[in-house]
Protein backbone atom coordinates (compact mmCIF):
# COMPACT_ATOMS: atom_id res chain seq x y z
CA UNK A 1 0.00 0.00 0.00
CA UNK A 2 1.23 3.49 -0.56
CA UNK A 3 1.16 6.08 1.90
CA UNK A 4 2.26 9.89 1.46
CA UNK A 5 2.58 12.99 3.16
CA UNK A 6 0.78 16.31 2.87
CA UNK A 7 2.54 19.68 3.98
CA UNK A 8 0.34 22.72 4.21
CA UNK A 9 2.68 25.59 4.51
CA UNK A 10 0.60 28.75 5.12
CA UNK A 11 3.05 31.90 5.02
CA UNK A 12 2.77 35.67 4.62
CA UNK A 13 2.50 36.15 0.97
CA UNK A 14 1.33 32.58 -0.15
CA UNK A 15 -0.18 29.37 0.77
CA UNK A 16 1.86 26.36 -0.42
CA UNK A 17 1.30 22.38 -0.42
CA UNK A 18 3.64 20.14 -0.76
CA UNK A 19 3.45 16.07 -1.30
CA UNK A 20 6.01 13.99 -0.46
CA UNK A 21 6.68 9.94 -0.68
CA UNK A 22 7.35 8.00 2.69
CA UNK A 23 11.43 8.51 1.27
CA UNK A 24 11.35 12.10 1.57
CA UNK A 25 10.58 12.55 -2.26
CA UNK A 26 8.71 15.70 -3.78
CA UNK A 27 6.17 13.70 -5.43
CA UNK A 28 4.27 17.29 -6.33
CA UNK A 29 4.42 21.12 -5.17
CA UNK A 30 1.25 23.92 -5.81
CA UNK A 31 1.19 27.50 -4.70
CA UNK A 32 -1.47 29.82 -4.48
CA UNK A 33 -0.66 33.36 -3.65
CA UNK A 34 -2.53 36.08 -1.02
CA UNK A 35 -3.50 39.44 -0.79
CA UNK A 36 -1.76 41.48 2.05
CA UNK A 37 -3.37 45.22 2.65
CA UNK A 38 -1.71 47.67 4.89
CA UNK A 39 -4.60 50.47 5.62
CA UNK A 40 -2.53 52.65 7.99
CA UNK A 41 0.90 53.17 8.82
CA UNK A 42 1.74 50.58 10.64
CA UNK A 43 -1.03 48.36 10.43
CA UNK A 44 -0.65 44.70 7.97
CA UNK A 45 -3.72 42.74 7.15
CA UNK A 46 -5.12 39.41 5.63
CA UNK A 47 -8.69 38.17 4.94
CA UNK A 48 -9.15 34.80 6.80
CA UNK A 49 -11.45 33.63 4.33
CA UNK A 50 -8.90 33.79 1.70
CA UNK A 51 -5.81 32.03 3.52
CA UNK A 52 -7.98 28.69 3.90
CA UNK A 53 -9.53 28.90 0.89
CA UNK A 54 -5.90 29.16 -0.59
CA UNK A 55 -4.42 26.32 1.57
CA UNK A 56 -7.69 24.00 0.47
CA UNK A 57 -7.31 25.28 -3.12
CA UNK A 58 -3.20 24.48 -2.94
CA UNK A 59 -3.46 20.99 -1.15
CA UNK A 60 -6.22 19.75 -3.93
CA UNK A 61 -4.10 21.22 -6.81
CA UNK A 62 -0.81 18.83 -5.07
CA UNK A 63 -3.20 16.16 -5.28
CA UNK A 64 -4.41 16.33 -8.29
CA UNK A 65 -0.42 17.10 -9.71
CA UNK A 66 0.77 14.11 -7.68
CA UNK A 67 -1.61 11.88 -8.97
CA UNK A 68 -2.01 9.74 -5.91
CA UNK A 69 -5.57 8.40 -4.86
CA UNK A 70 -6.33 10.65 -1.36
CA UNK A 71 -6.61 7.29 0.35
CA UNK A 72 -3.25 7.30 0.12
CA UNK A 73 -2.98 10.53 2.62
CA UNK A 74 -1.86 8.83 5.78
CA UNK A 75 -1.12 12.03 7.51
CA UNK A 76 -1.26 16.38 6.80
CA UNK A 77 1.24 18.57 8.73
CA UNK A 78 0.34 21.85 8.66
CA UNK A 79 3.49 24.80 9.08
CA UNK A 80 2.57 28.31 9.34
CA UNK A 81 2.90 32.28 9.62
CA UNK A 82 3.37 32.87 13.16
CA UNK A 83 2.00 35.31 15.34
CA UNK A 84 -0.93 36.05 13.60
CA UNK A 85 -4.09 36.58 14.62
CA UNK A 86 -7.80 35.65 13.67
CA UNK A 87 -10.82 36.02 15.73
CA UNK A 88 -14.17 33.71 15.00
CA UNK A 89 -17.54 33.54 15.75
CA UNK A 90 -17.88 29.87 17.38
CA UNK A 91 -21.36 29.35 16.17
CA UNK A 92 -20.29 30.00 12.47
CA UNK A 93 -17.05 30.10 11.60
CA UNK A 94 -16.75 33.36 10.40
CA UNK A 95 -14.15 35.50 11.00
CA UNK A 96 -14.70 38.66 12.87
CA UNK A 97 -11.94 41.10 11.50
CA UNK A 98 -8.87 40.65 9.06
CA UNK A 99 -5.76 38.74 10.19
CA UNK A 100 -3.82 40.82 11.57
CA UNK A 101 -0.21 40.00 10.57
CA UNK A 102 2.87 39.14 12.59
CA UNK A 103 4.05 42.39 11.13
CA UNK A 104 1.14 44.74 12.04
CA UNK A 105 2.65 47.01 15.13
CA UNK A 106 -0.88 48.40 16.09
CA UNK A 107 -0.14 47.07 19.47
CA UNK A 108 2.29 49.49 20.09
CA UNK A 109 0.54 51.72 22.28
CA UNK A 110 -0.53 48.78 24.44
CA UNK A 111 3.27 47.61 24.85
CA UNK A 112 4.44 51.17 26.10
CA UNK A 113 1.52 51.40 28.43
CA UNK A 114 2.50 47.86 29.73
CA UNK A 115 5.99 48.91 30.12
CA UNK A 116 5.94 52.60 31.81
CA UNK A 117 3.94 50.66 34.14
CA UNK A 118 6.04 47.46 34.40
CA UNK A 119 3.48 45.53 34.51
CA UNK A 120 5.68 43.31 32.23
CA UNK A 121 8.42 43.15 34.87
CA UNK A 122 9.32 39.02 35.07
CA UNK A 123 7.57 38.61 31.51
CA UNK A 124 10.88 37.74 29.11
CA UNK A 125 11.93 35.12 31.50
CA UNK A 126 8.98 33.20 31.88
CA UNK A 127 7.69 33.58 28.17
CA UNK A 128 10.80 33.97 26.20
CA UNK A 129 9.71 36.93 24.58
CA UNK A 130 9.92 40.88 24.29
CA UNK A 131 7.20 43.22 25.31
CA UNK A 132 6.42 43.51 21.42
CA UNK A 133 3.59 44.50 19.23
CA UNK A 134 5.38 41.71 17.27
CA UNK A 135 3.78 38.97 19.39
CA UNK A 136 0.25 38.16 19.09
CA UNK A 137 -1.32 39.41 22.64
CA UNK A 138 -1.29 43.23 22.08
CA UNK A 139 -2.93 42.09 18.78
CA UNK A 140 -5.72 40.48 20.13
CA UNK A 141 -5.49 43.15 23.25
CA UNK A 142 -5.90 45.99 20.83
CA UNK A 143 -8.80 44.33 19.22
CA UNK A 144 -10.88 43.69 21.96
CA UNK A 145 -10.14 47.35 23.17
CA UNK A 146 -11.43 48.89 20.18
CA UNK A 147 -14.12 46.40 19.58
CA UNK A 148 -15.97 46.30 22.48
CA UNK A 149 -18.65 44.37 20.88
CA UNK A 150 -16.00 41.56 20.61
CA UNK A 151 -15.10 41.85 24.13
CA UNK A 152 -18.66 41.13 25.08
CA UNK A 153 -18.68 38.40 22.79
CA UNK A 154 -15.68 36.87 24.72
CA UNK A 155 -16.84 36.97 27.79
CA UNK A 156 -19.58 35.29 26.88
CA UNK A 157 -18.29 32.22 25.38
CA UNK A 158 -19.14 33.14 21.29
CA UNK A 159 -15.79 33.76 20.12
CA UNK A 160 -12.50 31.91 19.35
CA UNK A 161 -9.00 33.04 18.73
CA UNK A 162 -5.90 31.99 17.83
CA UNK A 163 -2.76 31.71 15.61
CA UNK A 164 -3.32 30.54 11.85
CA UNK A 165 -2.92 26.90 12.60
CA UNK A 166 -5.70 26.82 14.67
CA UNK A 167 -7.38 28.26 12.23
CA UNK A 168 -6.73 26.00 9.58
CA UNK A 169 -7.49 23.20 11.75
CA UNK A 170 -10.79 24.24 12.89
CA UNK A 171 -11.73 25.43 9.29
CA UNK A 172 -10.55 21.61 7.69
CA UNK A 173 -11.91 20.02 10.44
CA UNK A 174 -15.50 21.53 9.63
CA UNK A 175 -15.50 23.34 13.08
CA UNK A 176 -15.16 20.25 15.11
CA UNK A 177 -11.15 20.85 16.45
CA UNK A 178 -10.01 24.04 17.50
CA UNK A 179 -6.36 23.49 19.22
CA UNK A 180 -2.99 24.58 18.77
CA UNK A 181 0.67 23.40 19.36
CA UNK A 182 3.44 24.67 21.74
CA UNK A 183 5.72 26.39 19.01
CA UNK A 184 3.10 28.25 18.07
CA UNK A 185 1.83 29.01 21.77
CA UNK A 186 4.93 30.12 22.74
CA UNK A 187 4.57 32.88 20.48
CA UNK A 188 1.80 34.81 21.82
CA UNK A 189 3.42 36.65 25.34
CA UNK A 190 0.42 34.26 26.74
CA UNK A 191 2.50 31.25 27.20
CA UNK A 192 4.61 30.12 30.10
CA UNK A 193 7.60 28.38 29.47
CA UNK A 194 7.95 26.67 32.81
CA UNK A 195 4.46 25.75 32.55
CA UNK A 196 3.97 24.47 29.42
CA UNK A 197 0.53 26.01 29.19
CA UNK A 198 -1.13 29.07 28.49
CA UNK A 199 -0.81 31.62 32.05
CA UNK A 200 -4.37 32.99 33.65
CA UNK A 201 -1.73 35.77 35.21
CA UNK A 202 -0.41 36.95 31.40
CA UNK A 203 -4.50 36.93 29.73
CA UNK A 204 -5.13 39.14 33.06
CA UNK A 205 -1.47 41.16 32.00
CA UNK A 206 -3.18 41.97 28.70
CA UNK A 207 -7.06 41.85 29.88
CA UNK A 208 -7.98 39.10 28.07
CA UNK A 209 -10.49 36.06 28.60
CA UNK A 210 -9.03 32.81 28.69
CA UNK A 211 -12.05 31.16 27.11
CA UNK A 212 -10.89 32.74 23.93
CA UNK A 213 -7.76 30.97 23.43
CA UNK A 214 -7.43 26.86 21.95
CA UNK A 215 -6.10 23.70 24.07
CA UNK A 216 -2.54 23.03 23.64
CA UNK A 217 -1.40 19.17 22.37
CA UNK A 218 2.01 18.29 21.04
CA UNK A 219 3.56 19.45 17.68
CA UNK A 220 2.97 15.32 16.63
CA UNK A 221 -0.19 14.37 17.97
CA UNK A 222 -3.17 12.80 16.01
CA UNK A 223 -5.52 16.24 16.36
CA UNK A 224 -8.13 14.49 14.17
CA UNK A 225 -9.40 14.45 10.32
CA UNK A 226 -10.28 17.17 7.70
CA UNK A 227 -14.40 16.70 7.14
CA UNK A 228 -15.42 15.05 4.08
CA UNK A 229 -16.15 17.72 2.00
CA UNK A 230 -13.10 19.11 1.86
CA UNK A 231 -10.78 16.19 0.25
CA UNK A 232 -13.33 14.11 -0.98
CA UNK A 233 -12.82 12.00 2.34
CA UNK A 234 -11.63 12.73 5.74
CA UNK A 235 -8.15 12.89 6.13
CA UNK A 236 -5.80 12.57 9.33
CA UNK A 237 -4.26 15.58 10.76
CA UNK A 238 -0.77 14.53 12.86
CA UNK A 239 1.18 17.52 12.90
CA UNK A 240 1.65 20.98 12.96
CA UNK A 241 4.47 23.39 13.94
CA UNK A 242 5.03 27.43 13.40
CA UNK A 243 7.24 27.59 10.29
CA UNK A 244 10.37 28.55 11.35
CA UNK A 245 10.42 25.19 14.07
CA UNK A 246 9.30 23.55 10.70
CA UNK A 247 12.80 25.37 8.72
CA UNK A 248 14.91 24.37 11.73
CA UNK A 249 13.84 20.70 11.81
CA UNK A 250 13.08 20.60 8.05
CA UNK A 251 17.07 21.58 8.15
CA UNK A 252 18.16 18.55 10.06
CA UNK A 253 18.82 20.94 13.01
CA UNK A 254 18.45 17.89 15.40
CA UNK A 255 21.30 18.07 17.76
CA UNK A 256 21.90 21.04 20.77
CA UNK A 257 23.85 23.79 18.92
CA UNK A 258 22.86 23.43 15.08
CA UNK A 259 21.54 26.52 14.03
CA UNK A 260 19.35 27.63 10.73
CA UNK A 261 18.07 30.65 9.37
CA UNK A 262 15.46 30.96 6.89
CA UNK A 263 15.10 34.09 4.40
CA UNK A 264 11.58 35.24 3.27
CA UNK A 265 9.65 38.02 3.55
CA UNK A 266 11.77 38.42 7.10
CA UNK A 267 14.67 36.12 8.50
CA UNK A 268 14.41 34.23 11.39
CA UNK A 269 17.41 32.82 12.62
CA UNK A 270 16.79 29.53 15.06
CA UNK A 271 19.62 27.53 17.14
CA UNK A 272 18.24 24.43 18.87
CA UNK A 273 18.97 23.67 22.40
CA UNK A 274 16.79 20.33 22.71
CA UNK A 275 15.40 19.82 26.12
CA UNK A 276 17.06 23.05 27.49
CA UNK A 277 15.40 26.48 28.00
CA UNK A 278 18.34 28.77 27.64
CA UNK A 279 17.49 32.39 27.87
CA UNK A 280 19.67 35.62 25.75
CA UNK A 281 21.77 38.03 27.08
CA UNK A 282 22.08 39.20 23.80
CA UNK A 283 18.90 40.22 22.93
CA UNK A 284 17.61 37.03 21.22
CA UNK A 285 14.31 35.38 22.05
CA UNK A 286 13.69 32.03 23.76
CA UNK A 287 10.98 29.78 22.12
CA UNK A 288 9.43 26.22 21.71
CA UNK A 289 11.30 24.40 18.98
CA UNK A 290 8.66 21.00 18.97
CA UNK A 291 6.96 18.79 20.89
CA UNK A 292 7.03 14.92 19.55
CA UNK A 293 4.81 13.87 22.33
CA UNK A 294 7.66 13.57 25.16
CA UNK A 295 7.82 17.05 26.13
CA UNK A 296 8.75 20.62 24.82
CA UNK A 297 12.42 20.71 22.81
CA UNK A 298 13.60 24.66 22.71
CA UNK A 299 15.32 27.19 20.71
CA UNK A 300 17.32 30.73 20.87
CA UNK A 301 16.06 32.99 18.24
CA UNK A 302 16.54 36.12 16.35
CA UNK A 303 13.89 37.66 14.47
CA UNK A 304 14.43 40.14 11.22
CA UNK A 305 11.39 42.03 10.22
CA UNK A 306 12.36 43.10 6.72
CA UNK A 307 14.51 40.89 4.38
CA UNK A 308 12.50 39.78 1.03
CA UNK A 309 10.15 42.03 2.09
CA UNK A 310 12.71 44.62 1.85
CA UNK A 311 13.20 43.30 -1.88
CA UNK A 312 9.38 44.10 -2.38
CA UNK A 313 9.49 47.16 -1.16
CA UNK A 314 12.64 48.64 -3.72
CA UNK A 315 10.57 46.76 -6.86
CA UNK A 316 7.45 48.79 -5.92
CA UNK A 317 9.94 51.64 -5.97
CA UNK A 318 10.60 50.76 -9.35
CA UNK A 319 14.35 49.80 -8.89
CA UNK A 320 13.62 46.06 -10.64
CA UNK A 321 10.55 44.54 -11.67
CA UNK A 322 11.60 41.53 -9.98
CA UNK A 323 14.01 39.69 -6.77
CA UNK A 324 15.92 37.99 -10.05
CA UNK A 325 16.35 41.54 -11.81
CA UNK A 326 17.52 43.03 -8.17
CA UNK A 327 19.83 39.80 -7.98
CA UNK A 328 21.47 40.89 -11.37
CA UNK A 329 21.63 44.61 -10.60
CA UNK A 330 23.50 43.67 -7.20
CA UNK A 331 25.94 41.70 -9.20
CA UNK A 332 26.78 43.92 -11.29
CA UNK A 333 27.80 46.63 -8.44
CA UNK A 334 31.74 45.90 -7.29
CA UNK A 335 30.22 47.34 -4.20
CA UNK A 336 27.47 49.51 -2.36
CA UNK A 337 29.92 52.50 -2.47
CA UNK A 338 29.15 52.84 1.18
CA UNK A 339 25.32 52.78 0.64
CA UNK A 340 23.86 51.79 3.34
CA UNK A 341 19.81 50.29 3.81
CA UNK A 342 18.61 49.75 7.28
CA UNK A 343 15.30 48.31 6.95
CA UNK A 344 13.42 49.06 9.67
CA UNK A 345 10.07 50.02 7.76
CA UNK A 346 8.74 47.91 10.81
CA UNK A 347 10.23 48.29 13.53
CA UNK A 348 13.85 46.67 14.12
CA UNK A 349 13.91 43.57 15.51
CA UNK A 350 16.44 41.27 17.23
CA UNK A 351 19.06 42.34 18.48
CA UNK A 352 17.46 46.11 19.04
CA UNK A 353 14.08 45.63 19.75
CA UNK A 354 13.33 49.26 18.54
CA UNK A 355 9.86 49.21 17.70
CA UNK A 356 9.98 52.88 17.12
CA UNK A 357 12.74 52.54 14.91
CA UNK A 358 11.71 53.18 10.86
CA UNK A 359 13.65 52.53 7.95
CA UNK A 360 16.98 54.79 6.61
CA UNK A 361 19.20 54.95 3.89
CA UNK A 362 22.91 56.26 4.57
CA UNK A 363 25.88 57.28 2.58
CA UNK A 364 24.02 58.37 -0.90
CA UNK A 365 26.59 59.93 -3.54
CA UNK A 366 25.74 60.63 -7.20
CA UNK A 367 27.39 57.42 -7.95
CA UNK A 368 24.65 55.33 -6.11
CA UNK A 369 22.15 54.32 -8.65
CA UNK A 370 20.08 51.20 -9.11
CA UNK A 371 22.52 48.40 -8.76
CA UNK A 372 24.58 50.08 -5.65
CA UNK A 373 21.12 49.97 -4.01
CA UNK A 374 19.86 46.30 -4.92
CA UNK A 375 23.58 45.40 -4.01
CA UNK A 376 23.04 47.96 0.03
CA UNK A 377 19.72 45.84 -0.04
CA UNK A 378 21.02 42.45 -0.31
CA UNK A 379 24.14 43.32 2.22
CA UNK A 380 21.33 44.82 5.12
CA UNK A 381 19.98 41.29 5.06
CA UNK A 382 23.29 39.57 5.62
CA UNK A 383 24.27 41.94 8.06
CA UNK A 384 21.24 41.52 10.27
CA UNK A 385 22.18 37.71 9.69
CA UNK A 386 25.63 38.46 11.00
CA UNK A 387 24.11 40.73 14.06
CA UNK A 388 22.05 37.54 15.36
CA UNK A 389 25.00 34.86 14.89
CA UNK A 390 26.85 36.83 16.55
CA UNK A 391 24.16 37.02 19.62
CA UNK A 392 24.10 33.19 19.53
CA UNK A 393 27.53 32.42 19.73
CA UNK A 394 27.79 34.55 22.99
CA UNK A 395 24.72 32.97 24.14
CA UNK A 396 25.88 29.66 23.85
CA UNK A 397 29.31 30.39 24.66
CA UNK A 398 30.91 28.69 21.64
CA UNK A 399 31.62 28.89 18.27
CA UNK A 400 28.80 27.71 15.30
CA UNK A 401 29.44 25.05 13.57
CA UNK A 402 28.37 26.16 10.45
CA UNK A 403 24.56 28.24 9.36
CA UNK A 404 22.45 26.57 7.34
CA UNK A 405 20.10 28.68 5.25
CA UNK A 406 16.89 28.22 3.33
CA UNK A 407 13.95 30.29 1.75
CA UNK A 408 13.49 32.17 -1.51
CA UNK A 409 15.66 35.20 -0.70
CA UNK A 410 18.61 32.83 -0.35
CA UNK A 411 18.39 31.55 -3.87
CA UNK A 412 20.27 34.80 -4.10
CA UNK A 413 23.30 34.03 -6.56
CA UNK A 414 24.98 37.06 -3.93
CA UNK A 415 23.64 36.59 -0.46
CA UNK A 416 25.00 33.12 0.75
CA UNK A 417 28.56 34.21 0.00
CA UNK A 418 28.06 37.84 1.60
CA UNK A 419 26.49 36.01 4.58
CA UNK A 420 29.64 34.26 4.79
CA UNK A 421 32.01 36.69 4.47
CA UNK A 422 30.28 39.15 6.91
CA UNK A 423 29.61 35.96 9.42
CA UNK A 424 32.75 34.32 9.21
CA UNK A 425 30.95 30.98 8.80
CA UNK A 426 30.72 28.62 6.78
CA UNK A 427 26.91 28.73 4.91
CA UNK A 428 25.09 25.87 3.80
CA UNK A 429 22.27 26.48 1.25
CA UNK A 430 19.66 24.18 1.12
CA UNK A 431 18.94 22.70 -2.50
CA UNK A 432 15.48 21.99 -1.18
CA UNK A 433 13.74 24.99 -1.44
CA UNK A 434 10.94 23.33 1.12
CA UNK A 435 12.75 23.14 3.96
CA UNK A 436 9.66 24.49 5.55
CA UNK A 437 7.20 22.23 3.97
CA UNK A 438 9.83 19.43 4.66
CA UNK A 439 9.50 20.11 8.19
CA UNK A 440 5.93 20.20 8.66
CA UNK A 441 6.26 16.62 6.49
CA UNK A 442 8.24 15.21 9.19
CA UNK A 443 6.17 16.33 12.05
CA UNK A 444 3.20 14.46 10.32
CA UNK A 445 5.22 11.96 10.35
CA UNK A 446 5.95 11.04 13.64
CA UNK A 447 2.38 11.93 15.16
CA UNK A 448 0.82 9.64 12.57
CA UNK A 449 3.57 7.02 13.99
CA UNK A 450 5.25 6.24 10.24
CA UNK A 451 8.66 7.55 11.34
CA UNK A 452 10.32 7.42 14.83
CA UNK A 453 12.09 10.88 16.02
CA UNK A 454 15.25 8.76 15.63
CA UNK A 455 14.31 8.50 12.15
CA UNK A 456 14.28 11.60 10.42
CA UNK A 457 17.63 12.07 9.41
CA UNK A 458 17.54 10.86 5.74
CA UNK A 459 14.48 12.77 5.13
CA UNK A 460 16.53 15.79 5.29
CA UNK A 461 17.85 17.53 1.84
CA UNK A 462 21.23 18.30 0.55
CA UNK A 463 23.04 21.32 1.14
CA UNK A 464 26.07 23.20 -0.81
CA UNK A 465 28.50 25.02 0.84
CA UNK A 466 29.64 28.67 0.83
CA UNK A 467 33.05 29.58 2.87
CA UNK A 468 34.18 32.97 3.91
CA UNK A 469 36.30 34.74 1.25
CA UNK A 470 37.00 38.14 3.27
CA UNK A 471 40.28 38.69 5.81
CA UNK A 472 39.61 39.36 9.12
CA UNK A 473 40.06 43.54 8.70
CA UNK A 474 38.06 43.91 5.75
CA UNK A 475 35.29 42.05 7.01
CA UNK A 476 35.64 44.23 10.49
CA UNK A 477 35.58 47.30 8.66
CA UNK A 478 32.22 46.41 7.09
CA UNK A 479 30.88 45.31 10.15
CA UNK A 480 31.76 48.11 11.99
CA UNK A 481 30.59 50.44 9.31
CA UNK A 482 26.65 48.87 9.54
CA UNK A 483 26.98 49.10 13.63
CA UNK A 484 27.57 52.75 13.02
CA UNK A 485 24.93 53.31 10.25
CA UNK A 486 22.53 51.79 12.51
CA UNK A 487 23.37 53.98 15.98
CA UNK A 488 23.17 57.35 13.81
CA UNK A 489 19.80 55.76 12.59
CA UNK A 490 18.41 55.01 16.35
CA UNK A 491 20.07 58.16 17.44
CA UNK A 492 17.75 60.24 14.89
CA UNK A 493 14.45 58.64 15.92
CA UNK A 494 12.96 61.56 17.98
Not at 77 to 103: F, K
Not at 107 to 126: D, F, K, M, N, W
Not at 156 to 176: E, H, K, P
Request: glycine share 10%; with cysteine; aromatic share 6%.
Amino acid sequence: MSAYLLAIDQGTHASRAVLFGLDGRVLANRIVPLKTSCPMPGWVEQDPEEIFLSVVQASRDAIRAGRVDASDIKAIGITNQRETLVVWERDTGQATAPAIVWQDRRGQEICAELSEAQASVGLSRRTGLRLDPYFTASKLAWLVRTRPDLLSAARRGRLQAGTIDSWLLYRLSGGQIWATEPSNASRTLLYDLDLGTFSQDLLDLFALPGSLLPSIKPSAHRFGHTASDVFGQPLPVTGMLGDQQAALLGQGCLVAGDVKDTFGTGAFLLAYTGGEIRHSAHGLLTTVAWDFGSGPTYALEGSVFMAGALLDWLIDLGIAASPAELDRLALSAPSAHGTVIIPSHQGLGAPWWDAEMRGAIWGLTRSSGRSELARAALEAIAQQAADLTEAIQGDLGQPLRDLRIDGGVARSALLPQMLADLSGLSVQRSLDHEATARGAAMVAAVGAGLLGPGELGPFVGQRETFVPSLVSDERNERRTHWRQAVAKARGLKA
